[in-house]
């Protein structure tokens, strides 16, 4: 798609949070719900037909549990992040589930809805990037519905969201908690990391949610605190393996979603979404700043200015386009079979 997103005219009270590199993350946060979901809600039975532990209360929506306690990998992930999610505030202390992220953009599985990208439900059109029909996992739902963004494995740390695949085939959904080194222990270094240790729920060695160690390639010669996971592939191509990293509630950019999820399924890679949103937040700053000094000089006259909104009909016209993209909530993209 060569429609780019115009720049923003607005010159109300709105703040365009800028991008850097790795901008302020929520990982303690989320390594909170999973040290609490260790304690209160390990081994209770693992399905792949399964969804949450129990009913997760999300502002004014539930996620309804199916299949009792047990669960399965993403919904499992998706609990740790709705969990999280749910206690989130905002700068002025109001409730993350009032305000961002509203029942429209969670519940379902519309393409609006991180649902499906969360839980790579297949679609039934194309994903050009991946020449498939399902996304790279919850990674992608952050991008899009500007929440966060990819980490490399070097710069991953405990609380970061990872979907893996392994050489026979399989895939898994995961929290990442720690490197692990050559003697199978934690560790902070990524060079030397041969592995890693994550939270999720899987049938072996855990029956629900539990910690496993994750090793790339063959299993190692040692022992280890949990139950091992070995032949994972370890790529820097997202559809094998990718590590994405939840913001801070308050440098969330969701108010255009629909024009990156648009190009998303037009062919624009996540990569190049994420440049052009920099480049936009970037042009965005700078034009708010110049117009904020011309709304003060208008309101000593006593004046308004006139205020166009061109990027907001623009994700007008991407919601009307993304209708016709539809989910199969039956049928996973990836092999999470245990």
């Not at 037009?266 to 011309?294: N, Y």
Request: proline share 3%; with cysteine; charged share 25%.
């Amino acid at each position: 798609m060569n429609r780019k997103p115009s720049l923003l005219c607005l010159f109300v009270v709105f703040t365009v949070p800028s991008l850097p590199v790795y901008a302020a993350d929520y990982n303690q946060q989320i390594i909170t719900t999973v040290e609490w979901l260790a304690r209160n809600k390990s081994g209770l039975g693992y399905s792949l037909n399964s969804r949450y532990t129990e009913d997760l209360k999300y502002g004014d929506y539930t996620f309804r549990s199916t299949g009792g306690t047990s669960t399965m990998c993403v919904a499992a992930v998706f609990e740790v992040l709705i969990r999280t999610l749910a206690m989130a505030k905002d700068r002025e202390g109001n409730p993350v589930s009032s305000k961002l992220l509203k029942g429209q953009v969670l519940d379902g599985s519309k393409a609006l809805n991180i649902s499906p990208y969360a839980f790579q439900y297949a679609s039934l059109v194309n994903i050009p990037e991946y020449k498939r029909k399902f996304s790279a996992g919850i990674g992608d739902a952050f991008v899009l519905f500007g929440m966060g963004q990819y980490v490399t494995f070097k710069n991953a740390k405990g609380g970061d969201f990872v979907y893996f695949n392994r050489s026979n085939g399989s895939g898994h959904a995961v929290i990442l908690i720690s490197y692990l080194n050559r003697e199978g222990k934690p560790s902070s270094d990524a060079e030397s990391a041969i592995g890693f240790r994550y939270f999720s729920a899987q049938k072996n060695g855990t029956n629900g949610m539990g910690y496993r160690d994750a090793f790339f390639g063959s299993c190692p010669k040692v022992e280890t605190t949990y139950v091992k996971d070995c032949g994972l592939i370890k790529s820097d191509k997202r559809a094998l393996f990718a590590i994405s990293r939840l913001n801070d509630p308050n440098e969330w950019f969701t108010d255009f979603s629909a024009i990156r999820v648009e190009r998303y399924f037009k062919g624009d890679s996540i990569d190049s979404i994420t440049a052009d949103e920099d480049a936009f937040r970037q042009r965005a700053k700078e034009e708010l700043t110049e117009a904020e000094k011309k709304a003060q000089v208008y309101a000593k006259q006593g004046k308004f200015p006139l205020i166009v909104t061109e990027i907001g009909g623009e994700n007008d016209m991407a919601k009307q386009s993304l209708k016709e993209v539809e989910f199969d909530e039956d049928a996973f993209g990836p092999n999470f079979a245990e």
